[in-house]
């Protein structure tokens, strides 16, 4: 038998934020960094992971600049480290949730780390996935096409309790296997090491023993270190030199690459797991995370949007006219967004206080995005001939997709029906086009040639889809429920009370009537417990009303409903769904996901606990979740089709769903909780700090926007994946003045087909070496699909390169032109080198970028108390209970926890109250100084 090598691999697992924000963490960098350097000074051969990020590393040349230090001096120190393998940075920019970002930024979180990693001695050529909550089905084919040699994982991973296996192949849907080591005692197994030097020896024999039996090779993994670990574990002094080798393993200080290197260099026998790795029976995946503070959600999504769909596509069309494309700026801009994604980030599953900082981070980059939107559409409308306008103020569109379509628009004085605005291009508008169908209006009864839609008194509405005469009823009932559970996970009570919209009335209106679209907008009140009580066992008696406002539109030509829906939170402790019953009875539902679309089974057989070896729980460390995951992940759309009939729900920026009663589509709006973790019935174990959040509450106005869309035949004949990216690509819509330009009334730029119209495009950007025009994409289908590319512009060379941007592949040019075969469920990423024109571009033009926005006046109705004095009591007293075992190893961190939550209760109140006492002082001091003129008149102290 060969003998055994023990791979001890240290690090850290940064936090940027979490149970602090970065104000407080950054702090701690240059006491981490100079104990790392003098561990490398006193250990020749000592070998250090960071956490596979960038971040941390220019968080910390940040803090060195705030503080006076040579900046250089230490980014030499780090590139020598890095260059004697001994030091391993990147791949990623920062540490993401994979599933609730899109695509792009995926990709970008990749490109710039290991941009930044390059600069500093180059990235860690494997990926680092240690504590991210899920993973997606396109993991190993972008991180294959970033060249990576293989991952490390923990959660999500499931396999047959009878054969686990400690590494694995990992196959993306396109048929991209890389292989993969999991984690599966977590990435902590044998931390401090050095601290408890008396009993190293036999806690590194113990975790062998315990991880031999799933080791597919001679070597086993040993994780040294944890969160935010200030002090690197001196570990060489007990393992070097063979100090801690026996006849049976032998003991060494390794790195990832080495790892995965030796690993299969023995060609093990490695067991295939496919697609989305999703499952909490291990170790828990919290698919909670994906509807927790759902408010950021949408804030990010917005900003993606800004950038992926207006920013960047305008940036490349005016610099490929003639015009400055923003490089500096747009890096900016998206660097600044990627600071939101980290997994306890963007899942809102921190304090309050560090997702305050991601609101104002949204801000940042809305202004950046905004600003150079408004930029790109003043230089492209100076180049356009609009001289010969009829109106004075001539109203122009961008289409950002590659599509040609014709859409309702809406400026500020007006709507109109568009038909052939151009794909990636711009046109004129002077006035409405005829439709190709009839709207028809009876009462509250409207159908076009597709569908008719009939409203019902709660506010819902049938949809009847001509074609195929099926009625698909009771649309967009809302359900509401209890949730006790926690930022991580929704939990039920013990004694629920379940209220349906399904039983209010509704006051239906008809507010807008055009040849192109009708708008109907319901009203209503939901009377709701205000909170949890009794321990959080049960709902409150004490009930409050919460307005929901929805606008249904049918447009002519579309068998599409859009829904908006908006309301003010009032009640705490709840979730809220929107419903859609299909009728359809099909074992599976597809669901868009990024570079995928994923089909997954909808009826799930509960665990067998007694199935799972000793052997494997004695590796089972961690919260897990108690049954399996029926909530999951849709990115864009969720689709049920029994390959005849279908119902798909499009959204934009919502991505938890749940497939209830075998054939219902729940979309969550949002979950209302107040705490980080807590001791739930939906869990086992613990997930975080028991901190108290208010802020994830959600007490305030939100605004929902999905579609139903009803379909013949399965998702992919139906189109579903291309109609929702085309949902969640909106026009851009901006007026300017009249003047002269090169440029025609209407252009139409870049233009993408396909041969089975299952390509979807994720990106218009220009090239990170300024050379080409970048378009990225993937085969959303089961099957091969030829591609199609032209443009206005002249390519003169074009080639398909991996997700670096760095090209593999040459394309023959064939006109104006070009054409490549493109594999299922494949991500490519074309260069076009094109002939740039030479046009003088400038920003001299009047120019008013159009927004679509409108609030509803909820005024009247009081949200539940934000943070009442009995609730600081409560942590106030939960703290002095716990204070006196504070010293204790084993309590110290619940005590810790206890004082914190107790400051950050206080904190929110006071700033509310700081908040009321200083709009009130301000109308006082009005008020005095009016007294002032009129005392003379009248005794100002006399009512």
């Known amino acids: 038998m060969k003998k055994k090598t023990a ?12 149970y602090l924000n970065s104000k407080y963490t950054n702090e701690w960098l240059i006491p981490f960094f100079d104990n790392l350097f003098k561990m490398f000074e006193k250990e020749p051969e000592y070998i250090f992971v960071l956490d596979g990020q960038m971040a941390m590393v220019e968080d910390y040349f940040e803090e060195l600049d705030k503080h006076n230090y040579n900046v250089n001096e230490h980014k030499r120190k780090i590139r020598k480290y890095v260059k004697q393998n001994r030091l391993f940075i990147g791949p990623y920019y920062l540490q993401p949730d994979w599933q609730l970002l899109s695509d792009e930024s995926l990709v970008r979180n990749l490109m710039y780390g290991i941009m930044a990693a390059k600069d500093l001695g180059g990235a860690m050529k494997v990926g680092w996935m240690l504590d991210n909550f899920g993973q997606i089905s396109q993991t190993s084919q972008i991180h294959d096409q970033c060249k990576l040699e293989g991952l490390y994982v923990w959660r999500g991973v499931e396999m047959d309790p009878n054969d686990v296996q400690s590494e694995f192949l990992w196959r993306s849907p396109d048929g991209t296997s890389i292989p993969s080591m999991y984690l599966l005692d977590s990435y902590r197994n044998v931390m401090r090491l050095a601290e408890f030097n008396d009993i190293m020896q036999a806690r590194v024999h113990d975790e062998i023993e315990k991880l031999t039996p799933f080791a597919t090779t001679s070597h086993v993994l040993l994780m040294n270190g944890y969160d935010q670990e200030m002090v690197p574990d001196d570990i060489q002094p007990y393992i070097s030199n063979c100090k801690m080798d026996t006849d ?12 995965i290197r030796d690993v299969m260099s023995e060609n093990p026998k490695l067991n295939t797991l496919n697609g989305a790795l999703y499952s909490g029976r291990f170790i828990s995946v919290f698919p909670g995370v994906m509807s927790a503070r759902m408010y950021l959600k949408l804030q990010n999504d917005q900003q993606q949007k800004a950038l992926e769909k207006r920013v960047e596509p305008l940036s490349t069309l005016v610099w490929a006219l003639g015009g400055e494309y923003e490089k500096t700026q747009i890096k900016e801009a998206w660097k600044t967004l990627l600071k939101n994604h980290p997994h306890d980030s963007i899942c809102g599953v921190s304090i309050d206080d560090v997702h305050t900082d991601m609101e104002n981070r949204s801000r940042v980059v809305n202004q950046l995005t905004q600003s150079l939107t408004e930029q790109k559409l003043k230089e492209l409308c100076s180049l356009i001939d609009t001289s010969k306008c009829k109106d004075k103020e001539v109203k122009l569109i961008f289409n950002p997709s590659f599509q040609e379509r014709s859409e309702n628009i809406t400026f500020e004085n007006g709507a109109y029906y568009v038909k052939n605005i151009p794909a990636l291009g711009y046109k004129i508008v002077e006035g409405s086009d005829i439709p190709d169908g009839k709207l028809v209006v009876d009462g509250l009864k409207v159908s076009n040639d597709l569908i008719e839609v009939a409203f019902n008194s709660n506010g819902s509405f049938n949809i009847l889809y001509k074609k195929s005469g099926k009625l698909f009823a009771n649309q967009g009932i809302i359900d509401d429920r209890a949730d006790t559970g926690d930022e991580y996970n929704y939990s039920y009570p013990d004694k629920d009370v379940i209220i349906s919209s399904e039983n209010c009335k509704a006051n239906i209106v008809v507010v807008e009537q055009s040849a192109g679209k009708v708008v109907v907008r319901t009203n209503m009140v939901m009377n709701l417990p205000e909170s949890d009580t009794d321990k959080h066992t049960t709902r409150s008696t004490v009930m409050r009303d919460l307005p929901v406002v929805s606008y249904i539109t049918i447009e002519v030509d579309s068998p599409i409903v859009k829904c908006k829906t908006a309301l003010r939170n009032t009640v705490k402790d709840h979730i809220m769904r929107v419903l859609f019953a299909s009728g359809v009875q099909t074992e599976f539902a597809n669901a868009g996901s990024p570079f995928d679309v994923v089909k997954r089974v909808i009826t799930i057989e509960d665990y067998d606990e007694s199935s799972i070896p000793e052997d494997v729980k004695k590796v089972i460390v961690g919260a897990r979740e108690a049954k399996p995951n029926t909530i999951f992940l849709n990115r864009e759309f969720v689709d049920l089709t029994d390959d005849k009939d279908g119902l798909a729900v499009f959204s934009k920026g919502l991505p938890e769903y749940q497939i209830i009663n075998k054939d219902t589509i ?29 802020d994830a509450q959600c007490l305030r106005e939100m605004e929902f926007e999905y579609a139903v869309y009803p379909h013949q035949g399965n998702t992919e004949e139906a189109e579903v994946c291309q109609l929702s990216n085309l949902y969640n690509t909106e026009i851009v819509c901006f007026t300017t003045d009249k003047h002269e330009g090169e440029l025609a009334s209407e252009n139409s730029y870049f233009s993408v087909s396909d041969s089975s119209n299952l390509v979807k495009i994720t990106a218009l950007k220009r090239s990170e070496d300024g050379k080409s025009v970048v378009i990225r994409g993937y085969n959303s289908g089961e099957s091969a699909s030829k591609v199609e590319v032209s443009s206005l512009f002249k390519i003169e060379k074009a080639g398909l390169s991996n997700l670096l941007e760095e090209q593999n592949t040459a394309l023959k040019v064939a006109g104006n032109a070009v054409s490549f075969d493109l594999e299922a469920k494949k991500i490519f990423t074309l260069r076009l080198q094109i002939v740039r024109e030479d046009n003088q571009v400038s920003d001299d033009c009047d120019l008013v970028y159009e927004y679509d926005r409108k609030r509803e006046e909820f005024e009247n109705f009081e949200y539940a108390s934000y943070v009442s004095q009995e609730e600081i009591q409560s942590e106030l007293n939960r703290a002095e209970a716990l204070k006196d075992r504070s010293h204790l190893p084993m309590w110290r961190r619940t005590a810790l926890e206890a004082q914190l939550s107790a400051i950050l209760a206080q904190h929110r109140f006071n700033e509310k109250r700081i908040t009321e006492l200083g709009y009130g002082l301000n109308e006082a001091r009005v008020q005095r100084r009016v007294y002032d003129y009129i005392k003379k008149f009248k005794d100002p102290d006399q009512k």
Not at 7 to 18: K, M, V, Y
Not at 668 to 680: C, D, M, P, Q, Y
């Open 7 to 18: 791979h001890i691999i240290s690090h850290t697992h940064w936090d940027r934020e979490w």
């Open 666 to 694: 729940a979309l969550t709006l949002f979950r209302s909780v107040g705490w980080i973790a807590k001791e739930i019935n939906s869990r086992i174990g613990d997930a975080g700090p028991e901190i108290f959040t208010p």
């Open 248 to 259: 049976k393993f032998r003991v060494i200080q390794s790195n990832p690459e080495k790892y």
